[in-house]
């Protein structure tokens, strides 16, 4: 159901019955955000908006400059189908504006839209397709466990994949809400999975990452499990990724194709590579945000942590996938499904411009198992590695004058001052290794 504008959503709202409408909008955490509203108020929604207290989110305002106004996006308009016994409900995304009708610079649909501006200005569009993964894991009284649903490992099926019914009800759910799924599939560790959705403008596919979480969690919910996005819930497994698949677009056409160049990608690919790789290190503080996530990038589990590019090599952080024409694309393999999407496409988008901009030449490309290598080989391959800690990606992100520039102010600061205190918080926790390690050894 694609809604184009204000007569098509009050059309639907009648002819579904529906009763609520949940506004949502997304922190600069990444956060899902919601306020329900009768459907009495949908008009005045759409005509001037919701005002709501911006002070009690995180890294929104102070709660002197508190009063803020949801504006919602009529083409997110969708209907929820586990609505309530009392009438359907829908949702609709909205971008967040301030009393005098100025879009607020912390929203991240507002940061993201300002870099996709951005690349219009050069001619440019950004085509995102992103593979999340997650875990389904039980649950005890309600509350989530880490204990795995199935014993399920790579593309196996039931009896060893339990979840097989599970992924389907989340795929005709997405479905339902007019997502274009390609396919779904167990993934390597034990209870993790992945659902994959066809690519599409950033902006509309960092919507769709917010709702594909969200529809995740309350189906499993609904079916008496837990599913996360943490990015390393088990130690000694695999973690989840969300490998971002890229390609830029010119008047209808796939810029980074180019059959007469070397692998028939283009110079634009080579530039827009070459930025990426200059700035992943400030990019992996917004797109693997959590003191978790570096539990992750940790070489031994097909984590992307080697800082460099190739063709089909799954070793390295950016890889080009074989096919061509229109299909041309380059994988960045280092974020996680704990990010705000719009921020990390907004950063990457940002640094790819930046080496087009500038002509950065990506280097060679490394087509050698770089798990295999030893330091002294990645030292004489100049290949570095990804921050190790949450707090060296932080560090990165300050130096880096183009993300900032990208980001504004307002979230660049926010994003350093929770990342910060997030490491913060860890450092000063004694976890349970520590206790088995030294309580009766010192």
Request: net charge negative; glycine share 6%; aromatic share 10%.
């Amino acid at each position: 159901m694609k809604i184009n504008d204000k007569e098509e959503i009050l059309s639907a709202i009648e002819q579904h019955d529906v009763k609520f409408i949940r506004l949502q909008f997304t922190d600069i955490q990444g956060v899902v955000k919601d306020v329900e509203i009768p459907v009495t108020q949908i008009e005045k929604a759409l005509d001037v908006g919701i005002s709501f207290d911006g002070s009690s989110i995180e890294g929104f305002v102070r709660i002197n400059e508190s009063d803020m106004v949801l504006k919602p996006d009529i083409s997110s308009f969708a209907i929820l189908p586990w609505s309530c016994e009392k009438g359907a409900v829908a949702r609709v995304i909205c971008d967040v504006y301030m009393p005098n009708g100025e879009p607020f610079e912390g929203c991240p649909r507002y940061v993201l839209k300002k870099v996709m501006k951005q690349a219009e200005e050069m001619g440019f569009s950004l085509n995102v397709g992103p593979e999340l993964e997650f875990f389904l894991f039980e649950t005890v009284d309600g509350k989530a466990t880490n204990t795995p649903h199935d014993f399920g490992r790579y593309f196996e099926f039931a009896p060893a994949d339990l979840a097989e019914d599970i992924r389907r009800d989340i795929v005709l759910t997405l479905l339902g809400m007019d997502f274009d799924i390609e396919a779904s599939h167990h993934e390597v560790a034990f209870g993790q999975h992945e659902i994959d959705f066809k690519y599409g403008d950033a902006l509309s596919t960092a919507d769709n990452v917010m709702t594909f979480r969200y529809v995740t969690r309350t189906i499993a919910k609904l079916n008496g499990l837990h599913a996360t996005f943490m990015p390393k819930p088990v130690f000694g497994e695999n973690g989840s990724g969300m490998h971002v698949n890229l390609s830029l677009s010119k008047d209808g056409e796939n810029v980074f194709y180019d059959p007469q160049k070397d692998m028939q990608i283009s110079d634009n690919a080579r530039y827009f590579i070459g930025g990426i790789l200059k700035h992943v290190k400030a990019i992996t503080a917004i797109s693997n945000p959590l003191v978790n996530s570096y539990k992750r990038l940790v070489p031994g589990y097909e984590a992307p942590v080697n800082i460099a590019w190739s063709g089909s090599n799954r070793s390295s952080l950016i890889r080009i996938p074989a096919a061509r024409g229109n299909s041309t694309r380059a994988e960045l393999r280092s974020p996680d499904p704990s990010c705000n999407p719009y921020l990390t496409f907004a950063a990457i988008l940002a640094a790819g411009l930046d080496g087009i901009k500038n002509r950065i030449d990506p280097g060679k490309p490394i087509d050698v198992n770089i798990f295999e290598l030893s330091s002294q080989e990645r030292v004489e391959m100049d290949i570095d590695m990804l921050p190790g800690t949450l707090r060296d990606a932080a560090n990165y992100l300050e130096d880096d004058d183009i993300l900032m520039k990208a980001l504004g102010m307002h979230v660049f600061n926010n994003i350093l001052r929770i990342a910060r205190a997030e490491w913060d918080a860890y450092r000063v926790q004694v976890h349970d290794w520590e206790i088995q390690r030294y309580l009766n050894t010192t």
